[in-house]
């Protein structure tokens, strides 16, 4: 051990890895410290000698910066000095790859509302898993409006100093795909010499200049999937603007400071020693459950609208495409219902999604004719076209921001970038349609982020409230529907029909069967009749309307399988084909998080089997009756004329339950799974 | 001509603009030749200076992209018929086919190679959209070159709709973004996309478009490697066509794969006075089917691959000029070796602790810049004091270990095997990793140091039974398919039954091969508390009334020793009762029909094929009290294939204890097609075998 210490202490002092990089034609890289460039050629000092080239050789020079921030002894720095001499140990965070020994994050708004952001993190490396997560960092940002830095960073192993240098760190494009929409940038970098017990030490800068459009907010989480020593975030708001921040499942014992600085005012977060997130089964997105405070700077919704609105109004043009396009898809309806599901079908489908969010492009919607003639936009384009058809078709709709499920929405905070969503809002008669025109969902239907989400009215009507929420839809409306018919016959061989209707979410997820070519189509409908059993083969089926959102899908498959039964003497033993509860999501015996679903669900089922002449019943499983957790299940068998009759209807009422009703979810869990491992048993009459 | 008479053509620059182009450190670009340069400053012939800080890089001799018309041209006469061809093609090509998401009515590419090595691929193609999938994938245009080497230009790109429509290539609209690397361990940079997304693309419209690939600052002026795939997954293909063509005089070498049927793979050849031309050209080319677990594109669909040299020396000696200069070890690294194996007695200790610590100690991180640093990988000593390297620096620096240890050890060049395998009749740089092989003890023993968690000698499961370069001793070499026992599965099990049907239930599972590392990369890559989850979870998959009482996970941070795991848990009620029958199943024994999904069509056209052999090995121990009597214990079966073998059985051993065993082996990779239903009867009937249950009768129970 102690001479592996000298080694590494031998390493402080050994030549840097660092080096300028000379690529030559011949695809050669020279690594060195470039000494001399002129029209004669390029010198490059390398560890042996001194290498001349002819420009004509060389393809590029890269020089190559380490990224210092100008400190040359950063280990005497108290921070560091402090976590070097008591560098935390595995044995006392046996769950955990690293430690954030102190996440300091410092905003700076300046009078003219730009503003700068500093991230520093400290950390420690405890286990082999934590070195590339511990050493690495992504900065997301808009070119035109933020600029990235980074400031400086290193990791000291024993006391072997590495500063970051180019060779690791990348910009690019994470949209080149995306042509209409590859708006963001990336800069990653990995901090280079990580070990078990390394020290890691990073600062990076982003300068935001001030744009209307896209206002100052943020949203800081103070716990994560690894522990922290010090959690702090600061805030320094000069006068004459004024902060409005939001704690939110924030613990007592946060430190909480404001103070008067020279020219504004400073407010201070701190949370110390919190603990790692552990992965839970359906545990609620990260920004629903950590502490966090969210901040932005004073505005009011009202205000927020009255700037927004001339910019989206101006964005709408009922172009003469989009005029003829809206009369030729109205021009058979009737009624208003029929005129909406046609523009949004359209819309829906011929639109091509676009998946960058709008903070990474842009929060003002492209001009609709734009949209149109592309054919393709993302989630705010697509219902803001949809909204212009809508208007040029007669309707009054509202046009909303949303904001989806997978975060918390803050009333005392009017800010664009709240948002991450947009839809339509119509009347039809009786009805309110909240409408996002995606191609897998009828438009009466909604996906589960988008379900019970919060959203901001821009464009519409002014009488109506600015903010709302979208509704939570009914087990009705979401979930399946199975009927099936089987005969059993005396060598236990199963054959019978299933058919299936869906509606809601469940739809939506059949329906990505549709960009299945035929041939696939049909070898995965094999699959899914061989999921029944390893016997099971598919005779034929069909599947309806998959790419016509104005139809509900209904399935239907003709299954044999052979062997189904297994027989035991007289008895002739099986289960309901397809019943098969697990209570997998129950392992624990307590949750630390809520349990979180997108929607809720139905499934209906009715099944008759058809049994052997030679056979009577033995035994059948009892009805039940479950009820708990915002979870209900009902089963009961029955048998008249040879025939087995199944029911069941299995509803998910809530899409939270709280830890501490997370005992009655398992015990209904529990019961719901092993209810399904039930045997049936017919004995020779 | 009125409409021609407004486009503005701007000035075509020629390929290669010698300026040089320095990229500053703000993103910004400034263009001019460099008179001198310090270590504080750089100066430009026009006398402007900029500190050296500030600069980023400079780029010698890069091609400007040709500037092209400012504005849509008005569709031409020539478009206008081109729009009708292509409908009356679709119309008549589509009555032959239903349900497809796309048709291919022509995909067409022309090679060729200049004398100076330079070379270009113009391609065209003409597809319809038939389903609103393939609007995104077949409706733009992305093409992404080498900055200094390659450029890409987009010479037409029509969208004709079914209305009659028209919309040109609008060159205004054409964008060019440089890519993040999608993966966070990646870094891999030097490219520029060129983006063109074709406005109005519906379904049931036809794309048109036209584009012109130059590689025209190659890196070896003889790596000239033309391929080209004749089948789509999306629809099928009326013609697919490529030519290549090269200088008079030079060779050309190829190799054809999959050619459907009876149709010939011998070219037609034109000369000319300076070019000699090889065209090869299919027609009506159903699409390609989706099966799981199928091999990889080449392997399956018609595919060229071309060279203009015959074997594999050059490539031979191109790489081992690149490695033999890297895997020279500096002073430091020799006594770095040398103290590490120190207390190593054979070269097999001495190879398990490089081994190790390469593994251990190098993280995976991929820095690829340029040619040398993406096919040579760094100078071993650069990556051992970085700590970090991709898969070629690491086998760099385990090669280099080795030597220091006296080991003979060589990199070697692999298609993983859930890639395509190699056509090593045709030299090419087709590979995606790179391993070591070294002679250690009298044996060949492949080595992959760029995991974390392979204790020796062993590798991941995808470098299995693959044909690979390995370049210090020039030859194709292959990595063999472990026996099942080497790469197996054991579990162990004593279940002690309860009177009431409760059962205590306790665990043992070891594993070998690839399996081992698998699963120690599982459990070492979560938390403490998540490890005790899976246990959780993986008894209540047992029953849902099992409980965990404990479990071991060991070694799983060390791997010098064998990765173990261990369980014990309690099921109340684990019997399953009807009346006064007891049913009782196998703890983690049935193999469910979702996890044989390649065998799930009643036919297939292509192999399975799967990562690894397989060996699965169980033993049961049941002790039942005295108001159990025995009814009926599933039958014994033995099955066996031309791949496999299943056996399993139960039987009565002392009084109150029955002992039940079962194996099964799969020594080979990949199924054949034409052995496929044979095989799928024989996985069927094991899988089936695994539902069987233990039935009791309960001797405590009166039934009226």
Known sequence: MRKLFIFFLSLSTAPSAMADILYLNNGDEINGTVTKLDAAGVSIQTAEKVQVYSKNDILKIQFVKEYTGGKSDPAAEPDIKGLLSNLPKADSYPNDGYINWLTDTRFDIHKDKSYSVTIRNLRSVLRERGKSPASFEVINYLPELEKPEIEYAFSITYSSLTWLNDISVMEGSAFVGYPSYDRSKTMKFAIPNVQIGSALDFSYRIDTRYDPQYPFFSNNAFRFFEPTQISRLTVTVPDGLKLVYKELNMPDNRAFSKKDVAGGTSYTWELLDMPSYKEEPNMPPFFRHTPQVMLSLEDSWAGLRGRFEPLLKGKIAITPEIAAKTNELIKDKTSEVEKIEALYNWVAREIKHQPVGMDLYSYVPKNTGEIFNAKAGNSLDKPFLLYAMLSAAGFKPDFAYIKTKDSLFEASQPNIKQFNFAETIVEAGSKTLFLYPEDNYRYNELPGYLQEASGLRLLGAADRPLLFTNPLFDTALEGTEENNAFTLDKDGNLSGTLTMRLKGNSQADWRELKDYKKEDLDKSMEQYAHNLHPQAVLKRYTLENLSDLSKDVNYSMSVGIKDYAMKAGKYMIFKIPGLNYSASDTGQTERELPMFWYSRSRSLGTITIKLPENFKVYYIPKKIRLVGAGQKYFADYLVRNDTLFFSEELRRESTEIPAADYPQYKGFKEALARYSENWIVLETK | ?704
């Open chain 2, 1 to 704: 001509m009125k409409f021609a008479a407004i486009i503005i053509i701007l000035t075509i620059l020629p390929p290669v603009c010698r300026a040089e182009v320095l990229t500053l450190r703000s993103g910004q670009e400034t263009t001019g030749t460099v008179t001198a340069f310090d270590a504080d400053s750089i100066t430009l012939e026009d006398g402007k200076s900029l500190p050296r800080q500030m600069v980023s890089t400079i780029q010698f001799g890069q091609a400007k992209p040709e500037q092209q018309e400012a504005a849509a041209a008005r569709p031409s006469d020539q478009d206008k018929k081109a729009a009708a061809e292509a409908f009356d093609m679709a119309r008549n090509f589509g009555k032959k086919y239903s349900g497809m998401n796309g048709l291919v009515l022509l995909d067409s590419g022309d090679y060729t190679l200049k004398t100076d090595g330079a070379w270009t691929l113009k391609t065209r193609e003409i597809r319809q959209i038939l389903k609103e999938n393939l609007k995104q994938s077949w409706g733009q245009i992305i093409r992404c070159s080498e900055e200094g080497r390659e450029r890409a230009k987009i010479i037409k790109a029509n969208v004709y709709t079914a209305d009659g429509g028209i919309y040109t290539l609008d060159p205004t609209r054409i964008k060019t973004s440089k890519p993040q690397s999608a993966s966070g361990d990646f870094f891999v940079s030097g490219s520029v996309c060129t983006q063109y997304a074709m406005e109005n693309v519906q379904v049931g419209s036809i794309v048109d478009y036209e584009i012109e690939e130059e590689t025209y600052n190659p890196f070896r002026k003889d790596f000239f490697f033309p391929v080209w795939g004749f089948q789509d997954s999306e629809g099928p293909v009326k013609v697919s066509e490529i030519s290549v063509t090269l200088p008079k005089g030079r060779e050309f070498y190829y190799s054809l794969r999959n050619f459907p049927g009876k149709r010939s793979t011998e070219p037609k050849i034109t000369e000319s006075a300076t070019a000699k031309t090889y065209a090869w050209r299919l027609e009506n080319i159903s699409p390609l089917a989706n099966e799981p677990m199928m091999p990889s594109y080449e392997d399956v669909a018609p595919y060229l691959r071309g060279s203009l040299f015959k074997d594999w020396d050059r490539i031979f000696d191109w790489t081992i000029g690149l490695y033999n200069e890297r895997t020279k070890p500096s002073p430091e690294l020799k006594e770095f070796t040398l103290d590490l194996i120190k207390d190593c007695k054979t070269d097999e200790e001495k190879a398990r602790a490089i081994y190790h610590y390469v593994q251990k100690e190098i993280r995976y991180i991929a820095v690829k810049v340029g040619v040398a640093s993406g096919w040579g990988g760094y100078d071993a000593n650069l990556t051992w004091k970085r700590r970090y390297g991709c898969c070629v620096d690491k086998s760099l620096l385990l090669t280099t270990m080795l030597g220091v240890a006296g080991i003979k050890a060589s990199p070697i060049l692999i298609n993983t095997n859930d890639q395509q395998d190699i056509d090593y009749t045709i030299p090419q740089l087709g590979f995606d990793h790179s391993i070591t092989v070294a002679e250690i003890g009298g044996k060949h023993v492949f080595l992959d140091s760029t995991g974390y968690d392979y204790r020796y000698p062993e590798i991941a499961g995808f470098d299995y039974g693959v044909h690979v370069l390995n370049v210090f001793n020039k030859k194709i070499d292959f990595v063999p398919v472990p026996t099942p026992v080497e790469n197996g599965s054991f579990y162990y099990y004593d279940i002690a039954m309860s009177p009431t049907g409760s059962a205590l239930i306790s665990e043992n599972m070891s594993y070998s091969g690839s399996r081992e590392g698998e699963l120690r990369d599982y459990y070492r890559s979560i938390k403490g508390e998540e490890q005790k989850r899976a246990f959780q979870q993986m008894a209540k998959e047992v029953s849902p009334a099992a409980e965990l009482i404990d479990y071991k996970v060991n070694n799983a941070e060390n791997i010098n020793k064998p990765f173990t795991l261990a369980t014990k848990y309690s099921i109340t009620d684990y019997a399953k009762r009807a009346g006064d029958i007891l049913i009782f199943h196998l703890p983690d024994f049935e193999v469910a029909a979702g996890r044989i999904k390649e065998i799930s069509q009643a036919e297939r056209i292509y192999p399975i094929e799967y990562m690894a052999s397989l060996g699965r090995y169980y033993v049961y121990s049941i002790s039942l009290p005295e108001n159990y009597e025995v009814v009926l214990l599933p039958e014994k079966l033995e099955l066996s294939d031309k791949y496999g073998s299943f056996t399993s059985q139960c039987a009565k051993a002392e009084k109150g204890k029955v002992v039940c065993t079962a194996f099964w082996e799969r020594g080979e990779r990949v199924i054949a097609p034409a052995d496929y239903k044979a095989y799928k009867g024989f996985l069927e009937a094991a899988a089936s075998h695994t539902k069987k249950q233990l039935f009791f009768k309960d001797s405590s129970v009166k039934i009226n």
